[in-house]
């Protein structure tokens, strides 16, 4: 009998605590302005570089970390006065030695001494963008930051080269098993945007030759 009674009184507080913990508010910190003034409302080119999680099973919750990246732009005077033996540097802080500067009707190809080869096209702006002779793009990293993934974000799936018509829409559980699989989510494939508050709610992954 006293056993019956102590597991009666056991179950009576779980119940309890489940009760209490179903009306309790849950109250977050406010967005910091800073975070909101730099991403809200945009979308930018990234790469994902990792993954953290608090809790267990239902109750985990996760973060994901994004380096926010631009393109390498150069002005256009710098390129159009390259001349051998001038060093062309990149953004992630690399460099060539200029060996020769062809013009075409793009804009220049320039070889390095070491039989490297550079596409410098100009843009909208009238400066020039850079692609290695494979058309790989050269990116520079501006900024990181860490935010919660939240369930309801919209995961776009456009990596199939086959599908012309547009991103397949999936959902969490799908970009979960993309990141834990350690998918390369790098700027030339992959676009996060932001909704006004600073709250990651989109990630398009997009078809390339180097995914």
Not at 156 to 170: Q, Y
Request: aromatic share 12%.
């Amino acid at each position: 009998m006293k056993k019956l009674i102590a597991a009666l009184c056991a179950l009576l507080i779980a119940c309890l605590a489940v009760t209490a913990f179903a009306d309790s508010a849950v109250v977050r910190p406010n967005t910091p302005e800073m975070l909101k003034a730099l991403v809200g409302g945009k979308s930018f080119s990234a790469r994902i570089t990792g993954l953290k999680s608090t809790g267990e099973d239902e109750d985990t919750k996760f973060r994901i970390s994004i380096t926010v990246c631009e393109r390498d732009v150069y002005e256009a005077a710098a390129i159009e006065n390259l001349a051998a033996g001038d060093f062309l540097f990149f953004g992630d802080g690399t460099a060539t030695m200029v060996d020769e500067v062809i013009p075409d009707e793009f804009g220049f190809t320039v070889k390095g001494k070491s039989d490297d080869a550079y596409s410098l096209c100009r843009n909208e702006e009238g400066n020039y963008l850079i692609t290695s002779d494979t058309d790989y793009p050269f990116y520079t990293d501006v900024f990181e930051i860490t935010v919660p993934l939240e369930k309801d974000i919209r995961f776009l799936d456009w990596s199939d080269p086959e599908n012309l018509e547009g991103p397949v829409e999936l959902g969490f559980s799908e970009l979960l098993d993309h990141l834990l699989d350690e998918t390369s989510f790098v700027p030339y494939n992959t676009k996060v945007t932001f909704d006004e508050n600073g709250k990651l709610t989109e990630l398009l992954y997009s078809y390339s030759p180097w995914n």
